[in-house]
């Protein structure tokens, strides 16, 4: 190769932090994380059945997508490593609301964040709408999980006078 070759690499790089970490099956607890079918869920029901003839207890797992709230199952042997994804949640104050459904809030460090739709939760998009028409001062909560992101929640912190 050449000097005069460039390469140009598209890519929305991170530190190479991985977006999910191992946990042994027989630690997951309830209302802890776990990565089902590729998905990052809530789980809401574990039981442990007792071994087997193949020497392995099983964990059947029942979680909550934590995206889009569809349930999912799992059975994994106890002593085998799941994969459970890093789940961060953070607050940004709602600046405005454009028509296509995007929201801009503000960043911690004064800058914007664009790139984020309304919820799609009926309930939460409606006090969104409601709080937002009345011009009060709203702050959501973002939950981010495996590359994505959605609006999870809503505080009210008074309104303008």
Known sequence: MSDSEEHHFESKADAG???TYPQQAGTIRKNGYLVIKG???????????????????????????????????DIVPSSHNCDVPHVNRTDYQLIDISEDGFV????????????L?????????????????????LIVSVMSAMGEEQICG?????GKN
């Open 17 to 19: 932090a991985s977006k």
């Open 154 to 158: 809503l505080k009210d912190i008074g």
């Open 104 to 115: 801009s809030l503000l960043t911690e460090n004064g800058g914007t964040k664009d790139d």
């Open 39 to 73: 998905r990052p869920c809530k789980v809401v029901e574990v039981s442990t059945s007792k071994t087997g003839k193949h020497g392995h207890a099983k964990c059947h797992f029942v979680a909550i997508d934590i995206f889009n709230g569809k349930k999912l199952e």
């Open 117 to 137: 739709r309304l919820p799609t939760d009926e309930t939460l998009l409606s006090q969104i709408k409601a709080g937002f028409d009345d011009g009060k001062d």
